[in-house]
Nanobody, 124 residues
Framework: QVQLVESGGGLVQAGGSLRLSCAAS????????LGWFRQTPGKEREFVAA????????YYTESVKGRFTISRDGAKNTVFLQMNSLKPEDTAVYLC?????????????????WGQGTQVTVSS
């Protein structure tokens, strides 16, 4: 019932910024917790950031704290990931996901819907 489409990825130099967007088709998008994960070849999906519905709690993986910011615009069914001070280690396919839960948001198993991903490449 919910479809997610990411956009905003691209090629950027180290130290630069990108803003990822994830648009959802569902009218009840504001009732979902939302998360961002990233994946590189040979690695499992890594949690990046999440925002819970209703409570509005924010979660970040340690490596992006102070550099990335997750936010949402419920009226437009969109979640954003502002990425600043990008590093080559941030290079990955970034995926957004939606969950009906408020908790356990650092685990990919908590998410019900996934987007196809958008490529982020950071050059040194």
């Amino acid at each position: 019932q919910v479809q997610l489409v990411e956009s905003g990825g691209g090629l950027v130099q180290a130290g630069g910024s990108l803003r990822l967007s994830c648009a959802a088709s569902g009218r009840t998008f504001s009732s979902y917790s939302l998360g961002w994960f990233r994946q590189t070849p040979g690695k499992e999906r890594e949690f990046v950031a999440a925002i819970s519905w209703s409570l509005g709690s924010l979660y970040y993986t340690e490596s992006v704290k102070g550099r990335f910011t997750i936010s949402r615009d419920g009226a437009k069914n969109t979640v954003f990931l502002q990425m600043n001070s990008l590093k080559p280690e941030d290079t990955a396919v970034y995926l957004c996901a939606a969950s009906t839960r408020r908790y356990e948001l650092l685990s990919e198993s908590s998410y019900n819907y996934w987007g196809q991903g958008t490529q982020v490449t950071v050059s040194s």
